[in-house]
C-alpha cells in the first residue's frame, strides 16, 4: 500500500500561483510514477499532470500545459505541482496517485493509489 497526503490548496486569484505538495509513504516511492489529478463540482475527474519514476518524463493536459509544472524529489518522497496563472475553471479538488507502473500515465485510469485530495479555488 502506498498512502498519499496532498496539501498546498488554498483561495486564490485569478492569475496568482499556488504550489500543491504530495508526501508518499508505505512503499519506495521512486518506484512509482505519479499524477495530478483533479475533480470540479459536478465533473468527473480530470488528468493533469504525469511525471515518470525518475522525473525524466512528464505529460500535461492541454489545458494546463505551459501553466503547470509537475516535478517530484525521489529522496524526499514528495511531489509538487507548481500552478502558474491561475484560472476559474481551475477550481477543483487535486489529488495525487501513483502508478504502479512507472510510466508517465496520461489518463485517469493508470493509478493504483489516490489521495484524499486538497481544495484549490480560483477566484475571478
Known amino acids: 500500500q502506498v498512502q498519499l497526503v496532498e496539501s498546498g490548496g488554498g483561495l486564490v486569484e485569478a492569475g496568482d500561483s499556488l504550489r500543491l505538495s504530495c508526501t508518499a509513504s508505505?512503499?519506495?516511492?521512486?518506484?512509482?510514477?505519479m499524477g495530478w489529478v483533479r475533480q470540479a463540482p459536478g465533473k468527473e475527474r480530470e488528468f493533469v499532470a504525469s511525471?515518470?519514476?525518475?522525473?525524466?518524463?512528464?505529460a500535461y493536459a492541454d489545458s494546463v500545459k505551459g501553466r503547470f509544472t509537475i516535478s517530484r524529489y525521489n529522496t524526499k518522497d514528495t511531489l509538487y505541482l507548481q500552478m502558474g496563472g491561475l484560472k476559474p475553471e481551475d477550481t477543483a479538488v487535486y489529488h495525487c496517485?501513483?502508478?504502479?507502473?512507472?510510466?508517465?500515465?496520461?489518463?485517469?485510469?493508470?493509478?493504483?493509489?489516490w489521495g484524499q485530495g486538497t481544495q484549490v479555488t480560483v477566484s475571478s
Open positions: 496517485a501513483a502508478a504502479s507502473a512507472a510510466r508517465v500515465q496520461r489518463t485517469i485510469f493508470g493509478y493504483d493509489y
Open positions: 508505505g512503499r519506495t516511492f521512486s518506484n512509482y510514477a
Open positions: 511525471i515518470n519514476w525518475s522525473g525524466g518524463y512528464t
